[in-house]
């Protein structure tokens, strides 16, 4: 996965000013990619949501510094967690396969 991850990482290193900013993963997972960002960039604050419970479980094991900003839940929930605090992210990183997801009105949303 480090490898799958190198050009992700890369690029948000690129687009954090002076390396540090909030990042968002939509769909999260374990916090893999989030974990390889902070260490690429220890400026970086990151946020996960995943609708899977275990994923981010394993995900506040993984970055324990930062349990509280990861956030069960889905997306297109109103609100969603990553959407109540009003927050404002310098990155947000999805998957485009997620939109395959969801019927096409919310997706469109």
Same mark, same amino acid.
């Given at each position: 996965?480090?490898?799958?991850? #190198?050009?992700? &990482?890369?690029? &948000?290193?690129? #687009?954090?000013?002076?390396?540090?900013?909030?990042? #968002? *993963?939509?769909?999260?997972?374990?916090?893999?990619?989030?974990?390889?960002?902070?260490?690429?960039?220890?400026?970086?604050?990151?946020?996960?949501?995943?609708?899977? $419970?275990?994923?981010?479980?394993?995900?506040?094991?993984?970055?324990?510094?930062?349990?509280?900003?990861?956030?069960?839940?889905?997306?297109?929930?109103?609100? $969603?967690?990553?959407?109540?605090?009003?927050?404002?992210?310098?990155?947000?990183? &999805?998957?485009?396969?997620?939109? #395959?997801?969801?019927?096409?009105?919310?997706? *469109?949303?």
């Amino acid at each position: 996965m480090d490898i799958a991850h #190198l050009p992700i &990482v890369q690029a &948000v290193g690129r #687009l954090l000013r002076a390396g540090a900013g909030n990042v #968002l *993963d939509i769909g999260c997972g374990n916090g893999a990619l989030l974990k390889r960002i902070i260490e690429h960039r220890p400026g970086a604050v990151p946020f996960g949501i995943d609708r899977g $419970a275990t994923a981010i479980a394993h995900a506040r094991v993984n970055i324990p510094e930062f349990a509280a900003n990861l956030s069960i839940g889905e997306i297109f929930e109103t609100p $969603a967690p990553i959407w109540a605090a009003k927050r404002q992210y310098d990155v947000v990183i &999805v998957m485009p396969g997620r939109l #395959l997801e969801v019927d096409r009105e919310t997706a *469109d949303c």
